[in-house]
């Protein structure tokens, strides 16, 4: 079992950054990949980015070369830095966490957090 923690959500205007964190506890960080997924109001759960247990890294398209997801084993804490933030990126966002397999598809996640609000005003 692997429990999730995000925090670092809020207000920020656009082009502002945020950082968001999740915080696993339970079953062997070391094993887990983590991602970060987001759902604004009225559309699907998407995905934003992952990284594996080797920290090999993937993202959505919409938010390469501005988001950054990173993780610290030591702290058992993933992270996802968001630069150049748009309103198009609010949403709440959750972490989500596979055991030896990336996070990357909604449909195939073992453990969800319970999200964070991030909103982006214009």
């Known amino acids: 079992q692997v429990q999730l923690v995000e925090s670092g959500g809020g207000l920020v205007q656009a082009g502002g950054s945020l950082r968001l964190s999740c915080a696993a506890s339970?079953?062997?960080?070391?094993?887990?990949?983590v991602g970060w997924f987001r759902q604004a109001p009225g559309k699907e759960r998407e995905f934003v980015a992952a990284?594996?247990?080797?920290?090999?890294?993937t993202y959505a398209n919409s938010v390469k070369g501005r988001f950054t997801i990173s993780r610290d084993n030591a702290e058992n804490t993933v992270y996802l830095h968001m630069n150049s933030l748009k309103p198009e990126d609010t949403a709440v966002y959750y972490c989500?966490?596979?055991?030896?397999?990336?996070?990357?598809?909604?449909?195939?996640?073992?453990?969800w957090g319970q999200g964070t609000q991030v909103t982006v005003s214009s």
């Open positions: 989500a966490a596979n055991y030896l397999r990336m996070p990357s598809r909604t449909l195939d996640i073992d453990y």
């Open positions: 990284i594996s247990w080797t920290a090999t890294t």
């Open positions: 339970g079953r062997t960080f070391n094993r887990i990949g």
